[in-house]
């Protein structure tokens, strides 16, 4: 569901979920016997994801809080992974251990390649789910970079190939999940979901649930062509096989279902309407990324011969 985020909190939030993805790979280091470095738990998406998966996805309204945090922390986690993928050379501690520390040997690049792939695209899925301020997205696309940049110039090797190998992955990623992205405004969810806790969304009941209906748009017209046909309909008589009845009650069905089906097609109408412009806001979205990546990109690369100069 989309909400309207406040820029310096997204900024804490992001930054602080950032550093934790950024360190976890690594507290393999502190049980290199069980575990090995690098190990197959640590650098993967796989703790990161248990995370998403109960306070994300499994929620019909997630916590904007919690949303930021876990995506600073796939960001981090998928820095982090780009530059492992670039060592010295693929051996000892270069390869992904199994539990007990045993290597996958050349699996290993094909392991972290994928894994930071994929965390950066959850981090771009959880902003584009969020949010569809323009000012988050260009200061996440910012963010990106100065902390690839931070990053990748502290490597002791590959510094170039590093930024850019994150860089370009993460502008993929984040054009994609925008393109994937499903997400909803406020005054698209249902009505009975709309004026309820997140925490009493699952505990409705039929009560709730009915007169939650009889609140839309659609309940409203199915009452009001069902009032308006039975109105009509009884000064009516309907004739046939079986004999004469007053048309009030046949007659207040086929209002209700009129009412019914004509907020429908007004409401199918909105949503095409809706659907090709944000398809243009999509494309137009794109073409800005991809120009101020590309500045950036040539930017810091420039940066970086000026620093071995």
């Given at each position: 569901?989309?909400?309207k ?16 993805g950024l ?8 049980y290199?016997?069980?575990?090995g ?16 998966y109960?306070?994300?996805?499994k929620?019909?309204?997630?916590n ?16 982090h ?13 270069a ?5 007990g ?11 972290i390649?994928?894994?930071?792939l ?7 899925s959880?902003?584009n ?12 696309i ?9 990053y ?28 994937l992205?499903k ?14 806790p997140?925490?009493?969304?699952k505990k ?18 199915t009452?009001?062509g ?11 008589g309907?004739?046939g096989?079986?004999g ?9 069905i ?17 949503q ?15 073409v ?22």
């Open positions: 569901m989309v909400q985020i406040n820029f310096f909190l997204f900024i804490g939030l992001l930054f602080v979920g950032f550093l934790v360190n976890f790979p690594d507290i393999d280091q502190g290199k016997i069980v575990l470095h690098r190990s197959i738990i640590t650098h993967s998406i796989l703790l990161p994801y248990i995370l998403y109960f306070f994300i996805k929620r019909a309204l997630y904007k809080y919690i949303t930021l945090i876990i995506a600073g922390i796939f960001l981090g986690i998928g820095l992974l780009s530059a492992d993928l670039f060592p010295k050379g693929w051996q000892g501690y390869l992904i251990k199994l539990p520390n045993i290597s996958i040997g050349e699996l290993s690049p094909i392991w390649g994928f894994n930071a994929v965390s950066l695209y959850f981090a771009g959880c902003l789910n969020l949010t569809k301020q323009n000012t988050i997205w260009i200061t996440y910012l963010f990106g970079a100065v902390a690839g940049f931070l990748s110039i502290k490597e002791p090797y590959n510094n170039e190939t590093i930024f850019l190998a994150f860089y370009i992955t993460f502008i993929f990623t984040f054009i994609i999940s925008k393109l992205s997400s909803l405004t406020v005054n698209e969810l249902p009505l009975e979901i709309k004026k309820i997140e925490k009493d969304v409705l009941s039929f009560k709730d649930r009915l007169f939650g209906k009889i609140k839309t748009a659609e309940g409203v017209a009452i009001g069902a009032t308006a046909g039975g109105w009509f309909g009884s000064s009516v309907l004739a096989f079986w004469g009845i007053a048309g009030t009650f046949p007659i207040a086929i209002g209700a279902t009129v009412g019914y089906l004509g907020i429908k097609v007004i409401k199918y109408k909105r095409l309407n809706q659907i090709k412009e944000e398809k243009k806001s999509k494309k137009k979205l794109i800005k990324t991809v120009f101020y990546a590309a500045i950036i990109i040539i930017s810091i690369v420039i940066i970086f011969y000026l620093i071995k100069q």
